[in-house]
């Protein structure tokens, strides 16, 4: 069974920090690029990071660069997403996914998805 399940999300205030984990099962992880998307009510949904599969390389999207940082430990199955110096349009549900294609301009071609955990930043 392949899984990936996201925790971490909370209620924090403006300016103050989470750590999401996303925690995968059921297939070879060091295979694949993991990628962290987030949507909030009423929005399209938004790549907001991710990491190639074995080599380190990472890609954010402008709006959270110099604030987020995505990493992962393949020994433990799992990549995070450290968030600093969070906003009130950072809130959000978070997901994350597994994607066969990692690239300077985000990752492509998902193959396995979370159930999303929720990120609520308050003003």
């Known amino acids: 069974e392949v899984q990936l399940v996201e925790s971490g999300g909370g209620l924090v205030q403006a300016g103050g920090s989470l750590r999401l984990s996303c925690a995968a099962s059921?297939?070879?992880?060091?295979?694949?690029?993991i990628g962290w998307f987030r949507q909030a009510p009423g929005k399209e949904r938004e790549g907001v990071s991710c990491?190639?599969?074995?080599?380190?390389?990472?890609y954010y999207v402008d709006s959270v660069k110099g604030r987020f940082t995505i990493s992962r430990d393949n020994a433990k199955n799992t990549v995070y997403l450290q968030m600093n110096s969070l906003k009130p349009e950072d809130t959000a549900v978070y997901y994350c996914?597994?994607?066969?294609?990692?690239?300077?301009?985000?990752?492509?071609?998902?193959?396995?998805w979370g159930k999303g955990t929720q990120v609520t930043v308050s003003s």
């Open positions: 996914g597994a994607a066969s294609w990692f690239s300077v301009s985000g990752c492509y071609s998902y193959h396995y």
């Open positions: 990491i190639s599969s074995s080599d380190g390389r990472t």
């Open positions: 059921g297939f070879t992880f060091d295979d694949y690029a």
